[in-house]
């Protein structure tokens, strides 16, 4: 593949990291002349002729090439400014924005030498009996889960602290008859072309985005999810977000730790009041009908918009969705990501809310538009956000980190034990049901 890459830096020494993608993915700029693609710490590929606006072509090592394709079509055009250095830690603050106009800050300082060529093993036997299926295990699970996959089959899990590259995936899912996975895991046609006596995709989350569907279905693998269990954790973290945004629970606390409190004050922190107000959901749900239970308790009235009405067992009115977007004093998001949903909360909608309103999401981060939520909390179109989740993951923008008015958590809306633990076991339950030749509890296809 080649193309024109328009870049301009200064000629630094070492190599910088400018970007991590959702699929790990890194680029690197080697004193402005070199383009170094790296997928989770190991390089894949580089480009050279990166100086000014020329023309150059990608040099792939191992069968990267399809992985560097997407994300270098997406960032096409980059630029970045003068890099300021952090003496005390040696990392390098630098900016790059995508052709969307998208400006992101990355914090990363790697020596050449520092860049891996080769990956250890990471992939280890755990009861190593070829009488049992084999299944092959990203992550490590809660023990329950990992004990109940045990029993019925020899476990070849991920042990490292790291997530597997794509490489390393094709190259242990040859002879495994099932696959637990996470939803950072890409499970693409390409991955399942290589996995001959694959039989079911077990995926430990509600989502299933990650997994070609089609391909799967193709091949007759059944892929299954873990809903219901994470409702509740899901919906606790919600309304987390939703006191912590309307009460200025962070800043406050920053404030405290930071010696700052002199004694109480009567314009300290000023928040917004819960009770009384409309809380919208969008995406009446499993999750966002817990979420709107919850909020009986506060007298709130709750207001909703989805494909259809829903009979519910609490007072609710369904509204239009340009209604719910004017009306709602909190805006709850909990609903899947799709084509029809991403950046359903675009610059209309967030002009279109109240200035006072605060916007929630726990559910999927494109389905806000992130620039154009930066551009709101800034210029005051809205009050506040909570949010879990991110367009490009884990990559939270340096913009949205720098707002005040913006509660930002590491995507951990099911991140209690006892949710852990029971997508776990649902996970492995769907599993073992499908190599028993038996009703998975939970199978999408």
């Given at each position: ?8 830096t200064?000629?630094l ?8 993608g959702?699929?790990g993915?890194?680029?690197?700029l080697?004193?402005g ?20 606006q ?16 997407a ?14 250095v ?15 106009g ?27 009996d ?9 992550r490590?699970l809660p023990?329950k889960?990992?004990?109940?996959l045990?029993?019925v ?10 997530a ?10 040859a ?26 995709i077990a995926?430990?989350?509600v989502?299933?985005n990650n ?8 091949r ?16 606790d ?32 922190f000023?928040?917004?009041?819960i ?18 239970r ?34 709602a004093?909190?805006?709850s ?7 029809e949903?991403r ?14 309103a605060?916007?929630i ?22 009050w ?19 707002l ?14 006892e ?14 049901a ?12």
């Open positions: 593949m080649s193309g024109i890459v328009f870049f301009k200064q000629d020494d070492g190599i910088r990291k400018f970007y991590t959702t699929l993915l890194s680029l690197y080697d004193q002349k070199c383009l170094i693609f790296a997928h989770n710490g190991f390089l894949i590929g580089f480009y050279l002729g990166l100086e000014s020329t023309q150059g072509t990608i040099t792939f090592l191992y069968d990267s090439k399809s992985l560097v394709d994300a270098y079509e997406r960032f096409r055009s980059i630029s970045t400014t003068e890099p300021c952090n003496a005390l830690f040696g990392i390098y603050h630098f900016w790059a924005s995508d052709p969307e998208r400006v992101l800050e990355f914090q990363y300082f790697l020596k050449p030498e520092e860049i891996q060529t080769d990956s250890n093993e990471i992939v280890e036997i755990l009861n190593e070829s009488s049992k299926p084999k299944l092959l295990l990203t490590l023990q889960a990992m004990d109940k045990q029993e089959f020899e476990l070849h899990a991920n042990t490292s602290d790291r597997m590259q794509i490489r390393e995936l094709n190259e242990h899912i002879g495994k008859d099932a696959l637990v996975c996470l939803l950072n895991d890409r499970i693409d046609a390409e991955l399942i072309a290589a996995a001959d006596k694959l039989k079911v995926n430990y989350a989502g299933y997994i070609d569907l089609e391909a799967a279905k193709a007759n693998i059944a892929v299954c999810n873990t809903p219901g269990v994470l409702t509740e954790s899901t919906a973290l919600a309304w987390a977000l939703i006191m912590a945004t309307a009460r200025r629970i962070p800043e406050s606390d920053k404030f405290s730790r930071e010696g700052k409190f002199l004694g109480w004050e009567p314009l300290l000023l928040g917004k009041d009770h009384h107000k409309t809380l919208g959901i969008l995406g009446m749900g499993r999750i966002g009908q817990a979420v709107a919850r909020a009986i308790g506060f007298g709130m009235d709750i207001i909703y918009h989805g494909p259809s009405t829903k009979e519910l067992d609490f007072p609710a009115q369904y509204v239009e969705f340009d209604t719910l977007i004017r009306e004093d909190i805006l998001l909990h609903l899947p990501l799709t084509p949903t950046h359903m909360i675009g610059e209309k909608e967030l002009r279109a809310m109240k200035p006072g605060i916007l999401n726990t559910a999927r981060g494109a389905i806000v538009d992130e620039k154009m939520l930066i551009k709101a909390l800034r210029e005051g179109w809205i506040a956000a909570g949010l879990d989740v991110y367009e490009e993951e884990p990559e939270i923008p340096a913009e949205l980190k720098e005040p008015n913006v509660l930002v958590l590491p995507h951990i809306g099911s991140a209690s034990l949710t852990r633990e029971a997508m776990g076991m649902l996970a492995a339950r769907n599993a073992i499908i190599i028993d030749g038996k009703q998975a509890p939970a199978r999408v296809v």
